[in-house]
């Protein structure tokens, strides 16, 4: 019997999706946090709140709202309103509910000397200080972007920074086996998407006796979608398989909405041991 692998490199895919205005803090079991800032006077270090701002919306689970979104929210008293707190944690706590998040990120800023930054991780809930950790850094003197990442884990426990995607597996024969990687995960059908730790590389494999083989190579994103649909064609003794019989594409969807910024699939190389036929076939996706 005849056997065949099909291996599809992906180029590029990025997936973007743009979180709405919500009600409720948590979205599809994402916990939510705003960061919020206020300076004692202080003009060095301008950007340090935005900066912690991107370090965790590209590297934890978080549903992260800025302080310009917060603004959008309650408008552009709410510095005013922050300073008018002046750190009180039930205060803080207040403003959390206002923006209908689960925890505030307090960043304070003074300067006795060296820039002292003081971050606060309040529970909006109950005003109760989770975790806090200072910095301090010249007043000349940018803070690594290191350095900031390291106080994010300090302050936030482990399970914020693991972020997850999704494999979703569509084949047209049934009882056809399942391997991401070196683990199996079923039989054919699967219904429900298979979860997954990203952002990172797997390969699957969807086989079955008397067919040939589905191997793929590919990325997943954090909160994205991979749609795998294998068209598993049946051995043919004597008999060669046109490529135009075999066909395979991969769709993305992001955070439920479909959007794809960019996604290019490189090529789709096909082989038959015994006699090697190399093809390529350009896939582009909408």
């Known amino acids: ?39 004692a006077g202080v003009q060095a270090a301008p950007q340090v709140t935005e900066r912690l701002v991107k370090l965790l919306q590209r590297k934890s689970a978080l549903r992260v709202l800025a302080l310009s979104d917060a603004r959008q929210q309650l408008g ?14 039930r205060c803080i706590a207040a403003i ?17 000397g060296n820039v002292i930054v003081d971050i606060a991780r309040v529970q909006a809930k109950n005003g109760r200080i989770l975790n806090r950790i200072a910095l301090t850094s010249p007043v000349d003197e940018r803070i690594p972007s290191q350095r900031l990442y390291g ?3 300090q302050l ?13 597996v569509r084949c047209n024969v049934q009882g056809a086996r399942v391997t991401i990687g070196t683990k199996v995960f079923g039989k054919t059908p699967i219904i429900a998407p298979i979860r997954v730790r990203a952002p990172n590389d797997y390969q699957i494999t ?30 043919m003794e004597g008999k060669h398989i046109p490529i135009y019989k075999k066909w395979w594409f991969w769709t993305a969807i ?22 090697p036929h190399p093809s390529v076939v350009q896939v582009e996706l909408p």
């Open 206 to 235: 969807i086989s079955k006796p008397g067919y040939m083989s589905f191997k793929a190579s590919f990325h997943v994103p954090p909160r994205a979608t991979i749609t795998a649909n294998a068209n598993l064609v049946p051995l």
């Open 156 to 168: 936030l426990p482990r399970s914020a920074f693991l972020r997850y995607g999704a494999i979703r």
């Open 76 to 89: 552009s008293s709410i510095d005013s309103k922050v300073a008018d707190c002046e750190g009180k944690p």
């Open 96 to 112: 959390g509910r206002r923006l209908h998040v689960d925890e505030v990120l307090l960043v304070g800023l003074t300067q006795l």
């Open 151 to 153: 106080a994010l884990r």
């Open 254 to 275: 992001g955070g439920g909405t479909a959007a794809v910024v960019a996604a290019t699939v490189a090529g789709i190389l096909l082989w038959q041991k015994s006699k």
């Open 1 to 39: 019997m005849k056997s065949a692998w099909t291996t599809i490199l992906i180029a590029a895919l990025l997936v973007a999706s743009r979180s709405e205005a919500q009600t409720h803090g948590t979205k599809a079991g994402r916990r939510s946090i705003a960061v919020l800032e206020f300076r």
